[in-house]
């Protein structure tokens, strides 16, 4: 691809940054590295800076040939955020796939609000129990659900511990939970389950984690 059409996508990475606002985090990627980014304080990425595992798995995935774009999928930054992402593959004149524009968005801010404001149309545990936020995508939506246990076990990692998940007590369990929470982790379809099976916690158990972190909040 010539300097010309990169710089098309740079006019139109601009563009997007200035329409969406200072929660979006637009990228554009040649095959290797990040060549422009606006808002990379979301994730504390910068340009020249080497794909990210999920931007790798994307680029080189077969499949990616076929398609356009994909939307609406879950990912894990460095920097231990949970962002909704959407990816627009570049290709050449004959199709080849030459790099991509990436939408990152941080909703945790907004989700933590709209938890809020269900917790004050609805009493005592409700929400917790019957509401659940999750964001509605296509056929790709299955990166983010089928890679759930991954994405909470690399979070684990980054936590700071000196005993094995299912020895810790009760408030080490709740700083854990607290910290996944804070994270968006359990706006992720299934992520009570398994976070409750990495720390030895029964599902009646999690809920009442999960009301104590959410109780702290108000």
Known sequence: ?????????????DFL?????????????????????????????????VLSTTMKTLLQNKESADKKWISNYR??????????????YIKDEKGK?????????DDNRYRELSNLVFSLCHPDNY?????SIEIKGNDDQAIFS?????TIDEVLKRIDKSLPFNKLSH?????????????????????????????????????????TVKNEQQ
């Open 1 to 13: 691809m010539n300097e010309f059409d990169m710089k098309r996508y740079i006019d139109i990475s």
């Open 17 to 49: 940054g200035t329409l969406l606002g200072p929660d979006y985090e637009i990228i554009l990627y040649d095959l290797k590295h990040i060549i422009y980014i606006i808002n990379g304080n979301i994730t504390g990425r910068q340009a020249g800076d």
């Open 75 to 88: 990912a894990l930054s460095a920097n231990g955020k949970i962002l909704r992402c959407s990816t627009f």
């Open 97 to 105: 796939l030459v790099g991509a524009l990436n939408i990152n968005f």
């Open 127 to 131: 929400v917790s129990k019957n509401i």
């Open 146 to 150: 089928e890679n759930i246990s991954n």
């Open 171 to 211: 408030n080490e369990k709740l700083d854990i939970i607290r910290q996944l929470y804070q994270k968006g982790i359990f706006s992720m379809k299934g992520a009570i389950k398994t976070v409750g099976h990495r720390l030895s916690c029964s599902p009646a158990s999690m809920y009442r984690y999960l009301e």
